[in-house]
T-cell receptor, first 112, second 116 residues
Framework: GAVVSQHPSRVICKSGTSVKIECRSLDFQATTMFWYRQFPKQSLMLMATSNEGSKATYEQGVEKDKFLINHASLTLSTLTVTSAHPEDSSFYIC????????FGAGTRLSVL | AQSVTQPDIHITVSEGASLELRCNYS??????LFWYVQSPGQGLQLLLKYFSGDTLVQGIKGFEAEFKRSQSSFNLRKPSVHWSDAAEYFC??????????????FGTGTRLTIIP
């Protein structure tokens, strides 16, 4: 089956620092990857669509300078939360598309 | 704009009993419909999907769902739940233009609790 690896699974950082989250499709190539944010006991909210070799498409209300997305290859997309603040604490989930979306296990970000 | 409604925030079912989770969608074109399951602190696992054809689709773990266009519904069912089915269930709708590679819109989820 299609496997998506997301790393790290959990990260704790100080306010003002930047955090990078990686999303890899392990056994398939994905021209499109998606980044979601999930607040406790809530649904997944799409943040951006990442396309290999081009700029990401951000959803309305998502700060592109705050959440930097790079899709450098057909198997890797990264999300960098820049100058993180406590309100950025959340569960971030990526998916890679191969006809359907396959999801990573998520990253729990806690900003102190 | 597309949307998904899951009317039940939380459902409690006895182990061995049948289950139905409701999902209604709004989409302007031919929808792709999905059910995902999420265990605490984990990502999402696909249970089943509907693209076209037979409106009753079978998925993993004994789940099935029925697409009813006239009711804009895609309810998830299981004849006999197991304690391991306790999780959060999300219904999602996506576009058919790019054969499933388009973004998904998720419902708010239904938390399933299983009691002995």
């Amino acid at each position: 089956g299609a496997v998506v690896s997301q790393h790290p699974s959990r990260v704790i950082c100080k306010s003002g620092t930047s955090v990078k989250i990686e999303c890899r499709s392990l056994d398939f190539q994905a021209t499109t990857m998606f980044w979601y944010r999930q607040f406790p006991k809530q649904s997944l909210m799409l943040m951006a669509t990442s396309n290999e070799g081009s700029k990401a498409t951000y959803e309305q209300g998502v700060e592109k300078d705050k959440f930097l997305i790079n899709h450098a290859s057909l198997t890797l997309s990264t999300l960098t939360v820049t100058s993180a603040h406590p309100e950025d604490s959340s569960f971030y989930i990526c998916s890679a598309a191969k006809n359907i979306q396959y999801f990573g296990a998520g990253t729990r970000l806690s900003v102190l | 704009a597309q949307s998904v409604t899951q009317p039940d925030i939380h459902i409690t079912v006895s182990e061995g009993a049948s289950l139905e989770l409701r999902c209604n969608y709004s989409y302007g074109a031919t929808p792709y419909l999905f059910w995902y399951v999420q265990s605490p602190g984990q990502g999402l696992q696909l249970l089943l999907k509907y693209f076209s054809g037979d409106t009753l689709v079978q998925g993993i773990k004994g789940f099935e769902a029925e697409f009813k266009r006239s009711q804009s519904s895609f309810n998830l069912r299981k004849p006999s739940v197991h304690w391991s089915d306790a999780a959060e269930y999300f219904c999602a709708v996506g576009g058919a233009l790019d054969f499933g590679n388009e973004k998904l819109t998720f419902g708010t989820g239904t938390r399933l609790t299983i009691i002995p």
